[in-house]
């Protein structure tokens, strides 16, 4: 009776298409039989009088004979697809015929229903699931184009500086990896200008925020007046600008004049008096040059010595221009001291497992996040950051991985054999050059194998630009890890190329939002509002979220209100030896 009450909540518009006059009455009775003022119904007896009607009014669904004088078969159900695609349709045919009623769904077709079979209930019941039906697609479209529009609004975020306008780091970086490529096989000469505003901390602090952000937005409106249209102009923060300058020439000489003459413009445009709000400023700039457009030139490399440039133009006074040059190797050869160090810290198991504890709503570990450290001779414990942006340029970020995958693993065999800690889980950090290896599933499996560990309580972290690289290669070897029970975590959800598209089709568990939204995350609308729509897309899809960086009571508070329910970060613990977080758990209730 609950079921028959809500569907009689609304009339239901029904359009019976049939060219037969006793059949038409034959349905026009049947659905009288299934309730008197439930339907309105109205006929048609051909494909244009019913293109005609649909033109005017749109039923809420089509009873519709696959035979009639205008059209007949497969072609009349797809005709009127293509002209009210949202709206259900019912074949009604004479014939018994599974082939035909398969094709008709394919077509497009909700259901099928044999006239000399028709009765009030089946008809009643195939028009109730059409119009059901229909209609929870198109909420579930118009939910996903919602949440399209938000996924938007956040790459949008990810890529330009919101201040400004401008491109950010992130952008310059994968604009610079692509230039370097262009210019090589065209045999020319680019640049890449650091640029560092003199005195802007000095006008900040003195005229405000208000004034400060002004500044730097007729900064770099400025910057883009000085600067070609092929050029790239990007702000990477704070009062730190970068310009890319395209196709400078073949001879690198030339390319060098040219780049110098683009940089006193641009330094003789800042130079000259702002005006902002009534107040006169006068800002001075040091500019680093880097010319690129050797094949074995890596982008980091080149970031690397436009900093080097650009501090040496700091150090040498104000409005300095300074180009790198072999003077400036000496922090070359630093790195390259440091990457013969991390050599031998992994030939002499100076790497070791720290791990995050992640927490539940109740406050009790659910699990843990492998983290690496360096145990180093004379600096005493290093932190990843300043060592696996170096293990990832050299390569041995590979090494290191499987050192890591190998060693969580082991770890969780032993939590696996305690009752207090068996159902705990070990999240471990997968690069993307690990994971891009061909025979990384082969990694996994041997880990898993040589320990014992039962797969369910391993979860891999994967970033968004990992998988992105090859889409293809990552579902197929994600599928495979899940097939052996292993769970898959999207970490730094929201700073790549975020899309519903490709994540409705990646076997992913749970999303990591970045710590980057989660700390300003009650005083900056654009992250709140991320982190919204990050939850409310992930609650859409049925996954989980955890959320990292959690630092204080309030952003704790945020992100209870919107139904975020595992949590990482300092505000519960820092990372901690194994020993100690075994401890950690044993010692809160299982309850809790």
Same mark, same amino acid.
């Given at each position: 009776?609950?079921?028959?009450?809500?569907?009689?909540?609304?009339?239901?518009?029904?359009?019976?298409?049939?060219?037969?006059?006793?059949?038409?009455?034959?349905?026009?009775?049947?659905?009288?039989?299934?309730?008197?003022?439930?339907?309105?119904?109205?006929?048609?007896?051909?494909?244009?009088?019913?293109?005609?009607?649909?033109?005017?009014?749109?039923?809420?669904?089509?009873?519709?004979?696959?035979?009639?004088?205008?059209?007949?078969?497969?072609?009349?159900?797809?005709?009127?697809?293509?002209?009210?695609?949202?709206?259900?349709?019912?074949?009604?045919?004479?014939?018994?015929?599974?082939?035909?009623?398969?094709?008709?769904?394919?077509?497009?077709?909700?259901?099928?229903?044999?006239?000399?079979?028709?009765?009030?209930?089946?008809?009643?019941?195939?028009?109730?699931?059409?119009?059901?039906?229909?209609?929870?697609?198109?909420?579930?479209?118009?939910?996903?184009?919602?949440?399209?529009?938000?996924?938007?609004?956040?790459?949008?975020?990810?890529?330009?500086?919101?201040?400004?306008?401008?491109?950010?780091?992130?952008?310059?970086?994968?604009?610079?990896?692509?230039?370097?490529?262009?210019?090589?096989?065209?045999?020319?000469?680019?640049?890449?200008?650091?640029?560092?505003?003199?005195?802007?901390?000095?006008?900040?602090?003195?005229?405000?925020?208000?004034?400060?952000?002004?500044?730097?937005?007729?900064?770099?409106?400025?910057?883009?007046?000085?600067?070609?249209?092929?050029?790239?102009?990007?702000?990477?923060?704070?009062?730190?600008?970068?310009?890319?300058?395209?196709?400078?020439?073949?001879?690198?000489?030339?390319?060098?004049?040219?780049?110098?003459?683009?940089?006193?413009?641009?330094?003789?445009?800042?130079?000259?008096?702002?005006?902002?709000?009534?107040?006169?400023?006068?800002?001075?700039?040091?500019?680093?040059?880097?010319?690129?457009?050797?094949?074995?030139?890596?982008?980091?490399?080149?970031?690397?010595?436009?900093?080097?440039?650009?501090?040496?133009?700091?150090?040498?006074?104000?409005?300095?221009?300074?180009?790198?040059?072999?003077?400036?190797?000496?922090?070359?050869?630093?790195?390259?001291?440091?990457?013969?160090?991390?050599?031998?810290?992994?030939?002499?198991?100076?790497?070791?497992?720290?791990?995050?504890?992640?927490?539940?709503? &109740?406050?009790?570990?659910?699990?843990?996040?492998?983290?690496?450290?360096?145990?180093?001779?004379?600096?005493?414990?290093?932190?990843?950051?300043?060592?696996?942006?170096?293990?990832?340029?050299?390569?041995?970020?590979?090494?290191?991985?499987?050192?890591?995958?190998?060693?969580?693993?082991?770890?969780?065999?032993?939590?696996?054999?305690?009752?207090?800690?068996?159902?705990?889980?070990?999240?471990?950090?997968?690069?993307?050059?690990?994971?891009?290896?061909?025979?990384?599933?082969?990694?996994?499996?041997?880990?898993? &194998?040589?320990?014992?560990?039962?797969?369910?309580?391993?979860?891999?972290?994967?970033?968004?630009?990992?998988?992105?690289?090859?889409?293809?290669?990552?579902?197929?070897?994600?599928?495979?890890?899940?097939?052996?029970?292993?769970?898959?975590?999207?970490?730094?959800?929201? &700073?790549?190329?975020?899309?519903?598209?490709?994540?409705?089709?990646?076997?992913?568990?749970?999303?990591?939002?970045?710590?980057?939204?989660?700390?300003?995350?009650?005083?900056?609308?654009?992250?709140?509002?991320?982190?919204?729509?990050?939850?409310?897309?992930?609650?859409?899809?049925?996954?989980?979220?955890?959320?990292?960086?959690?630092?204080?009571?309030?952003?704790?508070?945020?992100?209870?209100?919107?139904?975020?329910?595992?949590?990482?970060?300092?505000?519960?613990?820092?990372?901690?030896?194994?020993?100690?977080?075994?401890?950690?758990?044993?010692?809160?209730?299982? &309850?809790?």
């Amino acid at each position: 009776m609950q079921e028959k009450q809500s569907y009689n909540d609304s009339l239901i518009k029904v359009l019976v298409v049939e060219d037969e006059p006793g059949d038409a009455l034959l349905v026009q009775r049947t659905l009288l039989g299934a309730g008197s003022g439930r339907y309105a119904v109205e006929t048609a007896a051909s494909l244009a009088e019913t293109r005609q009607i649909i033109a005017g009014r749109q039923p809420d669904v089509l009873l519709l004979d696959l035979a009639l004088p205008d059209s007949t078969g497969l072609e009349t159900v797809e005709s009127v697809r293509r002209q009210a695609p949202q709206t259900p349709i019912v074949v009604l045919t004479g014939h018994d015929d599974e082939e035909l009623a398969q094709a008709a769904l394919e077509a497009g077709a909700q259901d099928y229903l044999t006239k000399n079979t028709l009765g009030s209930y089946s008809l009643s019941r195939a028009i109730r699931y059409a119009v059901t039906r229909a209609r929870l697609e198109n909420r579930l479209l118009e939910s996903n184009r919602r949440l399209e529009n938000l996924l938007d609004e956040v790459r949008s975020l990810n890529t330009y500086d919101a201040l400004t306008g401008l491109p950010n780091r992130r952008y310059l970086l994968e604009q610079l990896e692509r230039d370097i490529a262009i210019h090589a096989r065209a045999e020319q000469y680019g640049a890449l200008l650091g640029i560092d505003l003199g005195n802007f901390r000095t006008v900040n602090d003195t005229l405000g925020n208000d004034i400060g952000d002004l500044l730097l937005v007729e900064t770099s409106r400025r910057l883009g007046f000085s600067v070609r249209e092929t050029d790239t102009v990007a702000r990477l923060g704070s009062d730190e600008f970068a310009v890319i300058l395209d196709h400078l020439g073949p001879d690198y000489n030339q390319a060098a004049v040219k780049a110098e003459e683009i940089a006193k413009k641009i330094r003789r445009t800042i130079n000259r008096q702002f005006s902002l709000k009534g107040h006169e400023c006068h800002v001075t700039c040091c500019i680093g040059v880097c010319i690129f457009g050797r094949r074995d030139e890596l982008f980091d490399e080149l970031l690397i010595r436009a900093n080097v440039a650009t501090y040496q133009a700091k150090k040498s006074g104000p409005n300095t221009i300074r180009f790198f040059d072999e003077a400036m190797q000496s922090a070359l050869e630093e790195r390259a001291r440091q990457e013969a160090e991390l050599r031998q810290a992994l030939k002499e198991n100076q790497l070791l497992l720290y791990f995050q504890p992640q927490f539940n709503g &109740t406050g009790r570990p659910r699990g843990a996040e492998a983290l690496v450290r360096w145990q180093h001779p004379s600096r005493g414990l290093v932190a990843p950051a300043e060592f696996i942006p170096l293990a990832e340029e050299t390569g041995l970020i590979q090494p290191i991985g499987r050192m890591i995958l190998a060693q969580a693993c082991s770890r969780l065999k032993e939590w696996q054999e305690q009752p207090e800690l068996a159902d705990q889980v070990m999240a471990v950090n997968i690069s993307a050059h690990q994971f891009h290896q061909a025979d990384f599933v082969d990694q996994v499996r041997e880990a898993l &194998t040589t320990s014992g560990v039962r797969p369910q309580g391993l979860k891999l972290e994967l970033t968004e630009s990992a998988l992105l690289a090859d889409l293809r290669d990552a579902i197929s070897k994600m599928q495979t890890l899940v097939e052996m029970g292993l769970s898959i975590s999207l970490d730094d959800f929201g &700073t790549g190329y975020s899309s519903l598209s490709y994540l409705k089709t990646l076997p992913v568990n749970q999303l990591k939002i970045d710590r980057s939204f989660i700390a300003n995350v009650t005083s900056d609308p654009s992250d709140a509002a991320i982190v919204r729509a990050i939850l409310a897309m992930a609650a859409e899809l049925e996954i989980e979220v955890v959320a990292e960086g959690v630092e204080d009571e309030r952003q704790l508070a945020f992100l209870q209100q919107h139904n975020c329910r595992i949590f990482q970060g300092f505000l519960f613990a820092r990372p901690m030896p194994a020993d100690d977080f075994c401890q950690l758990v044993k010692k809160t209730p299982a &309850t809790a």
